[in-house]
């Protein structure tokens, strides 16, 4: 697993707003406490297609305004990850904001 130096990497460079891809809901929720203190670290949801209601996992967790729509694979998989967000319990509100994207789009104009 490396997330440990994914946790060391957003401690040391916490100027950086970062996209983490394909990381899973164990290692999201592992850094949880690092992405709400930073506020500029933003996942991908391609790493949430096993299991269930992933998204409201997280959400539970306060941790949904730092989700963002990606697919991490070309064609098939962006039909996939749009399922995750489609068959999630969450509310829609949440589901727009992820497939929005403008939070992290957002936080990179800043720089």
Do not use: W
């Not at 996209?19 to 164990?26: P, R």
């Not at 989700?67 to 749009?82: D, N």
């Not at 509310?91 to 789009?105: A, E």
């Amino acid at each position: 697993m490396t997330t440990p130096y994914i946790e060391y990497f957003l401690y040391t460079y916490t100027g950086i707003t970062t996209l983490l891809s394909n990381i899973a809901l164990d290692e999201i929720m592992y850094l949880s406490s690092n992405i709400k203190f930073r506020g500029n670290v933003f996942a991908d949801i391609s790493g949430l297609r096993t299991g269930q209601f992933n998204i409201q996992r997280i959400d539970s967790a306060d941790l949904s305004d730092y989700l963002v729509y990606g697919s991490c694979a070309p064609i098939f998989a962006l039909m996939s990850t749009k399922c995750i967000i489609d068959m999630d319990p969450v509310d829609d509100n949440i589901k727009k904001r992820i497939l929005d994207g403008h939070s992290f789009v957002d936080r990179l104009m800043d720089i």
